[in-house]
């Protein structure tokens, strides 16, 4: 079962409306309640209930390539095991309006993920990647994640958020076939 949900992202107002902030968009799309900084995780914290499973949510307040600073203080404090975490980030190889679940694999070149690979000492955590697009050359990436995201990109971000949460709660009990080929399908 799914204990930790972290949403990645680059803190700060200048960066609310980036791509690059799917992860956080994520977590404000689930919680019931604000989150609190805490200094201790170095980063936005509070707990949710999905059923009767309890967990904690997560938006690291670190830049994202040191995200997994945030990640490992959190898990470590709460004996998290990485199986036992889902990342929440943007995608560049799956379109806007895409969202997939994903068990483990590498990093892509995205920083956040580096991070928390690195720091966690583990590749095997849960991860869900909510398509941004890409801008065709590997040099235009860092422009990409980190501009405004047009309206409609955003449209279709929001739309894959909305069917990844529709799917959420039997993800994080356990039911992670069922709920990966529901959202998998749409």
């Given at each position: 079962?799914?204990?930790?949900?972290?949403?990645?992202?680059?803190?700060?107002?200048?960066?609310?409306?980036?791509?690059?902030?799917?992860?956080?968009?994520?977590?404000?799309?689930?919680?019931?309640?604000?989150?609190?900084?805490?200094?201790?995780?170095?980063?936005?914290?509070?707990?949710?209930?999905?059923?009767?499973?309890?967990?904690?949510?997560?938006?690291?307040?670190?830049?994202?390539?040191?995200?997994?600073?945030?990640?490992?203080?959190?898990?470590?404090?709460?004996?998290?095991?990485?199986?036992?975490?889902?990342?929440?980030?943007?995608?560049?190889?799956?379109?806007?309006?895409?969202?997939?679940?994903?068990?483990?694999?590498?990093?892509?070149?995205?920083?956040?993920?580096?991070?928390?690979m690195a720091l966690l000492g583990s590749?095997?955590?849960?991860?869900?990647?909510?398509?941004?697009?890409?801008?065709?050359?590997?040099?235009?990436?860092?422009?990409?994640?980190?501009?405004?995201?047009?309206?409609?990109?955003?449209?279709?971000?929001?739309?894959?958020?909305?069917?990844?949460?529709?799917?959420?709660?039997?993800?994080?009990?356990?039911?992670?076939?069922?709920?990966?080929?529901?959202?998998?399908?749409?």
């Amino acid at each position: 079962m799914i204990k930790m949900i972290v949403g990645l992202g680059n803190p700060g107002l200048q960066y609310a409306r980036t791509r690059h902030n799917a992860g956080f968009w994520f977590i404000d799309s689930i919680r019931n309640s604000p989150l609190a900084l805490n200094n201790r995780f170095k980063g936005l914290v509070g707990e949710q209930l999905f059923g009767t499973q309890k967990v904690h949510l997560l938006m690291p307040e670190t830049f994202m390539n040191k995200s997994g600073e945030s990640v490992v203080a959190l898990a470590l404090f709460y004996k998290i095991l990485p199986e036992e975490i889902l990342v929440v980030h943007d995608e560049l190889d799956l379109q806007p309006g895409t969202a997939r679940f994903k068990k483990g694999g590498g990093h892509g070149g995205h920083n956040g993920l580096k991070s928390i690979m690195a720091l966690l000492g583990s590749k095997d955590f849960m991860r869900l990647r909510i398509g941004i697009g890409h801008p065709g050359h590997a040099s235009q990436v860092s422009g990409y994640v980190l501009a405004k995201t047009p309206e409609a990109d955003e449209n279709a971000i929001f739309r894959s958020i909305d069917a990844a949460r529709s799917v959420l709660p039997q993800f994080v009990t356990g039911e992670y076939e069922k709920a990966m080929n529901e959202l998998h399908r749409q």
